[in-house]
């Protein structure tokens, strides 16, 4: 025997004082996005899944930027949700495939969303809708 065996271990979890967790860096960098945003104008996106996040980082990062008032939900293929965070023009969105299985997960820094804004198409063809209906319900 070699002695290894008398070493006394103990597993300690990095993650008990959040020491690192990726989360400060996160929020620093979309601080440095948010910035942009307001001096520029300019959009960002940070794409959570390219990210070597540790368990439970995505909890933290949703603790430390809050709840907003605006919860979408798109239904395409698959459903796209749209989280606005606690902090003014930062948005969560998460889509799923069709079997509901989260594919693509990102931060948003941006006035509004792209995905939520009507599109000149849909528009038209809303005008028309609603003419339409207009026509039908007028004696």
Sequence with gaps: MSGLDQIGV???????????????????EIEALLADLVANGRNG??????LPLLPGDDARLAAALG???VDAVIQATGGTRVRETGV????????ANAEDKTVAEFIEVTLAPEILKTHAEDA????ARLRERLTETDP
């Design 124 to 127: 038209r063809t809303g005008l």
């Design 45 to 50: 996106r940070i794409d959570l899944r390219s």
């Design 10 to 28: 103990q597993v300690v979890s990095a993650l008990d004082d959040g020491a690192c967790s990726y989360v400060p860096a996160l929020l620093r």
């Design 88 to 95: 003014a023009g930062v948005w969560w969105m998460t889509h």
């Design 67 to 69: 709840d907003g008032e």
